[in-house]
């Protein structure tokens, strides 16, 4: 089975403070995804990664940095926590970035996030 | 570009009554869907995938979709629902930027009634 895992499910930080998520996945997957989902938004993706030290903006890149220096781990930085940050973080795994025909995206449990 | 629709934020329904949650999409190119499920507390899970061929899907736990171009649709239903239902429902759509990606719906939460 893949696994997912994101370092903390819930997380309470201060406004200002830089925050780190982490991600990790199990199974050598090239691909790796941060979302942000928020109520009547669906998910909306933030980075993506398809190769180590290889990253790419999503659709709401600002405010937010990432870091994949190994293939399992992909980290989620936010420099300077604001409250429109608050949200549910979840992280994604897939195995390529090139045949979405018979590939899938695996997801972490989720980070929520509040930054009061 | 591509976008997906999620008709009804919220859906309810009797245990045992038929679940009928509505996808729309919109794409220049024939799509690959998707439709995920989130139990509380929990991440996605893939319910099931329209890629090519047979346009109507099997997923897990007795959900089927079914892909009708001609009305860009590809809701999504159950027979008879089980309390065990109840989550959110997400409907995707697979878009190519660089590397393929996945557009998200707004969800559906779904609620079994006793």
């Known amino acids: 089975d893949v696994k997912v895992t994101q370092s903390s499910r819930y997380l309470v930080k201060r406004t200002g403070e830089k925050v780190f998520l982490e991600c990790v996945q199990d199974m050598d997957h090239e691909n790796m995804f941060w979302y942000r989902q928020d109520p009547g938004l669906g998910l909306r993706l933030i980075y993506f990664s398809y190769d180590v030290k290889m990253k790419e903006k999503g659709d709401i890149p600002e405010g937010y940095s990432v870091s994949r220096e190994k293939k399992e781990r992909f980290s989620l930085i936010l420099e300077s926590a604001s409250t429109n940050q608050t949200s549910m973080y979840l992280c994604a795994s897939s195995l390529s970035a090139w045949d979405m025909k018979t590939d899938t995206q695996y997801f972490g449990p989720g980070t929520r996030l509040t930054v009061l | 570009a591509q976008s997906v629709t999620q008709l009804g934020s919220h859906v309810s329904v009797s245990e045992g009554a038929l679940v009928l949650l509505r996808c729309n999409y919109s794409s220049s190119v024939p799509p690959y869907l998707f439709w995920y499920v989130q139990y509380p507390n929990q991440g996605l899970q893939l319910l099931l995938k329209?890629?090519?061929?047979?346009?109507l899907v099997k997923g897990i736990n007795g959900f089927e979709a079914e892909f009708k171009k001609s009305e860009t649709s590809f809701h999504l239903t159950k027979p008879s629902a089980h309390m065990s239902d109840a989550a959110e429902y997400f409907c995707a759509v697979s878009i190519i930027q660089g590397a393929q990606k996945l557009v998200f719906g707004q969800g559906t939460r779904l609620t079994i009634n006793p």
């Open positions: 329209y890629t090519t061929g047979a346009t």
